[in-house]
């Protein structure tokens, strides 16, 4: 599986607050969800996001919060992966759980800026700044989530073993 | 020879059914409750109907407990919450708790002996860590997650390495176990802890009140841990036995176990501390701070300061006080039972007479729900547990984080303000 698209590019500790604020989690509605994601940080975000542009954080990703609206909200924003230095545990057990693509690379991080068209490989974790013409390796799920990714989830997953 | 495992890897490894497990293991473990809100439970009950079974793995095992957004605050937060009561109905899921019974689940769950040492938790709410208080391994999940627990009683994990925090000495007045974790996540930053558990052992812990532990253990989340744990002692136990008939096993950490860090604590050193926005590890002492920090809003209450002993502590301190004038104050006691008990112990007479206002539990203004919301440019001080941008409301709104004492005696200056100053 492959992505392309551009990146909107934030800093360290991109909470769930922020992600999607508390005032919206009364909807479930992953679209509803979708309009106000990130506005709290970058209001012209939902505005300008095109459907395969990725997102690409500093350190500690989707801190705070368990809500699972996160990831759902930037998903149906129609964001293709998010690349940052590191996840919050709970975010990244929720962004595999909902098929949201993510990679930790905090190489590609440092060389990533606002703007730039970048292409990812999730087969060989490869990501590739086409703007700056630079690539980088991104770090590889371990096979036993490969597996939850490759059954298309963890509900499919659980389902193939019921 | 055996490998040295620590708290949280001796329980994972139990409910896994194997002898030991290391760091990095990846795992499944049977789960001993499954926990959701208002907020989380809804999606997880929409996941729970995509997955091949008929109801859940076990209709004790699995708690619901709107709290967030309740009692309903609009017609949305309605919807929600009959969802939960409708689930629960159909799947005769004992432990569904109603307004008039409820209260912040993480204040009641221990409380109404649901939790008890040596138990694993999972929970779609991140401060589920709060029971690591009572030895127990207990960690925030999604829904999805939660709808997977809910129907196979299972989980997967990854076995966390650990920090060790070895505490010492005695809390000095005005200091709670809030300035404990403050000051940790001051110290270590919010990430500090990213995907690990939080030990907490040492002499010192005897110093320590349950309702301290449950604060500490609350905000481990706020290093960006898996868990927070205490080892367990006679305190521990007696609080257990006072609460639950359940079953419980003490899983003490092998002197071999392997730790990344270790950090040493003397609690008589830790002064009272407020984390500035918009991070919980903002922190800086009451001492510290030489500006006058004007603010508009108290609230005493929320998952990590909404406990009897809390309220005691700002009884105390609003005794014979009045509120400044322009300020609000809100108490918020965490439980149906800690209500009664602030109102039989004459609590609310001193809060009223101070100007405050009460109101019933719910988690309501810490994740900028209902029940005093921030408009712009507007501060509060609160003994919740965030401090994010937006968190408590209008995204240009402020709140600085405190122990409940350092709360009341802002609430009576109109300013951030040590107890000492009173």
Redesign the interface.
């Known amino acids: 599986m492959k992505t392309q698209g551009k990146v909107f590019r934030y800093g360290n500790?991109v909470?769930t607050?922020?992600i999607i604020?508390?005032?919206y989690?009364?909807?479930?509605d992953s679209e509803e969800l979708a309009q106000h994601c990130l506005e709290?940080?970058d209001a012209d975000f939902i505005k300008n996001v095109k459907p395969g542009d990725i997102i690409v954080a500093d350190?500690?990703f989707g801190?705070?919060?368990?809500?699972?609206?996160a990831?759902?909200a930037i998903k149906a924003a129609g964001v293709s992966c998010v690349i940052a230095a590191?996840f919050?545990?709970?975010f990244y057990?929720?962004a595999i759980?909902?098929g949201l693509p993510i990679l930790e690379c905090p190489e590609a991080v440092a060389g990533i800026e606002a703007g730039d068209e970048v292409a990812v490989d999730f087969d060989t974790g490869t990501i590739t700044n086409l703007t700056q013409n630079t690539s980088y390796q991104g770090q590889a799920f371990?096979e036993?989530?490969q597996k939850i990714i490759a059954a298309g989830?963890?509900?499919s997953s659980?389902?193939k073993n019921? | 020879m055996a490998l040295g495992m620590t708290m949280t890897q001796k329980i994972l490894a139990a409910h896994a059914g194997l002898k030991e497990v290391k760091a990095g293991d990846?795992i499944v473990a049977n789960l001993d409750l499954v926990l959701g809100n208002d907020?989380?439970a809804?999606?997880a009950i929409?996941?729970f109907a995509?997955?091949?079974?008929k109801t859940v793995f076990d209709k004790d095992k699995v708690v619901l407990v709107p709290d967030?957004?309740a009692p309903n605050?609009?017609i949305?937060?309605a919807?929600?919450c009959k969802k939960l009561r409708t689930f629960a109905g159909e799947h005769e899921i004992s432990n569904y708790f109603e307004i008039g019974e409820m209260g912040i689940e993480h204040a009641l769950l221990p409380e109404k002996g649901l939790v008890v040492t040596g138990n694993l938790v999972i929970?779609?709410?991140?401060h589920?860590c709060t029971y690591g208080a009572l030895g127990a391994f207990a960690t925030?999940?999604?829904?999805?997650?939660m709808?997977?627990g809910m129907?196979?009683g299972k989980a997967?994990f990854?076995v966390p390495t650990a920090i060790k925090i070895v505490l010492t000495g005695k809390l000095n007045k005005y200091v709670s176990g809030k300035d404990v974790i403050l000051h940790i996540i001051g110290m270590i930053g919010?990430?500090g802890a990213?995907?690990q558990s939080m030990e907490f052992v040492g002499d010192g812990i005897a110093n320590l009140t349950m309702d301290d532990r449950f604060a500490i253990a609350n905000m481990a989340?706020e290093a960006?841990a898996?868990n927070g744990i205490f080892m367990v002692d006679e305190q521990t136990l007696e609080y257990v036995k006072d609460h639950s008939d359940k079953e419980y096993t003490v899983y003490p950490a092998d002197e071999d176990a392997e730790y990344t860090r270790t950090i040493e604590i003397d609690l008589s050193a830790i002064k009272s501390t407020v984390a500035f926005p918009f991070?919980p590890e903002n922190t800086r002492t009451t001492d510290q701070i030489t500006e006058a920090i004007v603010i508009d809003q108290v609230v005493i209450g929320s998952c990590t300061n909404g406990r009897l002993s809390d309220f005691s502590k700002a009884a105390k301190i609003f005794e014979g006080r009045k509120v400044a004038k322009g300020v609000r104050v809100l108490i918020i006691p965490a439980t149906q039972k800690i209500y009664l008990q602030c109102m039989e112990l004459g609590y609310f007479k001193t809060f009223i007479e101070a100007g405050a206002t009460i109101s019933t539990p719910t988690c309501g203004p810490c994740?900028?729900?209902h029940m005093g919301i921030l408009a712009a440019g507007e501060r509060c001080v609160a003994t919740t547990n965030?401090n994010?941008?937006?968190?408590m409301g209008h995204?240009d709104s402020e709140v600085y984080l405190t122990n409940p004492e350092v709360a009341a005696a802002s609430a009576i200056l109109g300013r951030i303000a040590d107890p000492t100053e009173l």
């Open positions: 500790n909470d607050d922020v604020p508390a005032r989690l009364s909807s479930s709290d940080i350190k500690n801190c705070g919060s368990s809500r699972e609206h990831p759902i590191d919050a545990r709970i057990r929720n759980n909902i371990p036993f989530i989830g963890l509900v659980i389902n019921l | 990846l907020i989380t809804p999606v929409n996941v995509g997955i091949n079974a967030h957004f605050k609009d949305k937060a919807e929600q929970g779609a709410d991140s589920t925030g999940v999604g829904s999805t997650d709808a997977a129907a196979t997967w990854k919010v990430d990213l995907y989340i960006g898996k991070l994740i900028g729900g965030r994010f941008v937006g968190r995204v």
